[in-house]
């Protein structure tokens, strides 16, 4: 019972071990895959970034200290960042969306009527596509790092089974069938002792009926070898003796 109860708790371990693995194959590549990613965005990022620094420059230039009044005429945010959910292989990664809620401001239009409104709009551009690869860099980083602690847990968990829980129970396997076959060794050699036992006792039953024909023999009485599944007094003929009465 025991055998067969580890038995199943082998299958059970080797089919969880298989699963693991393929899960652990399939996070290791999109692992690669956001790494990937992650490197295109941040040296793309690096870029976008000095140029939409150096096109706020050039508006402050051309339009002068204009934040104020940029500040003054939006009320409402026009880019709201959304939370989401991506499933990979079991793993529930999050990833951060961009929501446009309206368009921009029209303060711009009026700060171009003093001067510098191209400039002033041109930098808007650019920092929204600059805001739009930061969100994205900022949605693979998260899912990056929680793939990250999902891969060390599932490698750990792929290497307790491997190492620790399969060999175990192998071992218990192992020592549960040397002592079926010591158990079966021992009622071999229990059997064979029974039957020399029956054979030696045979042996000297046919020695002691050897013996006592012998002597009826010697006697003068006539005795008949009886069957040895019929009573040992079956081999005496009572009528040549006239002293036994039945």
């Known amino acids: 019972m025991n055998q067969q109860v580890f038995k199943g708790k082998m299958k059970a371990a080797e089919s969880g071990h298989k699963l693991l693995k393929k899960k652990a194959d399939a996070l290791k590549a999109k692992f ?15 870029k976008e970034s000095k140029e939409a620094f150096f096109s706020l420059t050039q508006a402050e230039y051309a339009a002068g200290n204009f934040k104020s009044k ?3 005429g939006v009320s409402n945010a026009t880019i709201r960042v959304g939370a989401g959910v991506n499933n990979v292989a079991g793993v529930k990664l999050p990833v951060f969306e961009e929501i446009s809620l309206g368009s921009a401001s029209e303060q711009n239009g009026s700060l171009g009527l003093v001067g510098g409104g191209q400039k002033i709009e041109s930098s808007r551009t650019k920092f929204q596509a600059l805001l739009s690869n930061l969100i994205k860099l900022a949605s693979l980083q998260t899912s990056f790092h929680t793939l990250d602690e999902a891969m060390k847990v599932t490698n750990r968990r792929v290497n307790a089974l491997e190492n620790v829980t399969i060999p175990r129970i192998k071992g218990i396997l192992d020592y549960i069938s040397r002592e079926l ?66």
């Open 70 to 72: 940029v500040a003054e």
């Open 181 to 246: 076959d010591e158990l079966e060794r021992e009622d071999f050699t229990r059997l064979k002792k029974v039957q020399a036992s029956k054979e030696e006792k045979l042996k000297e039953a046919q020695k002691l009926i050897e013996e006592a024909m012998k002597e009826a023999k010697a006697l003068g009485v006539e005795l008949k070898m009886a069957n040895t599944t019929e009573d040992l007094m079956g081999g005496f003929d009572a009528g040549n003796d006239e002293e036994v009465v039945f």
């Open 32 to 46: 690669r895959d956001y790494a990937k990613e992650i490197a295109q965005t941040k040296g793309g990022m690096a």
